[in-house]
């Protein structure tokens, strides 16, 4: 196979996977936020809006990172499944340790409970975590490069 037509091929997958582990991702932060995202949104509720963005952009850094690792893992073996594996991998430590860090410091903050804040769509609570998750997203991705 071409060099570019194996490089497209792998931008192909890459993209694929990418889409599929953030949609999972997203699923997986909406079930540590007891609101439903899907109706919430429908509902013009803009504090999820809020942390579903920041949760797209801490998982989107998670696995540019994990892809990245990856690809150097596939460099060194020579095979495109052991760098969709390791990506994947990587992609699940950060996203586990992205809502343990979330858990964590809304266990911290006993002045008020930020789920119930942003089920009542208090905007500032959404921007909030939308800090906490980009925030934590970036040290994960740290880690992980």
Do not use: H, Q
Not at 63 to 89: D, H, K, P, W
Not at 92 to 109: C, D, E, P, S, T
Request: hydrophobic share 60%.
């Amino acid at each position: 196979m071409s060099m570019f037509l194996s490089e497209l091929v792998s931008v192909a997958i890459y993209s694929v996977l990418g889409i599929i582990l953030m949609l999972l991702g997203s699923f997986i932060i909406d079930l540590a936020i007891p609101c439903s995202f899907p109706e919430e949104i429908k509902k013009g509720n803009k504090a999820i809006g809020w942390i579903s963005a920041g949760a797209y952009i801490a998982i989107g850094l998670i696995i540019r990172v994990a892809i990245a690792s990856g690809e150097v893992a596939e460099a060194v073996e020579a095979t495109l499944l052991s760098g969709i594996l390791s990506t994947v991998f990587y992609y699940a430590i950060g996203v586990v340790f992205l809502v343990i860090g979330y858990l964590v410091l809304k266990f911290l903050n006993k002045k008020y409970d930020l789920n119930a804040e942003v089920g009542n769509g208090n905007a500032a609570a959404g921007i909030m975590v939308f800090g906490i998750f980009v925030g934590l997203g970036l040290v994960i991705s740290g880690v992980i490069a």
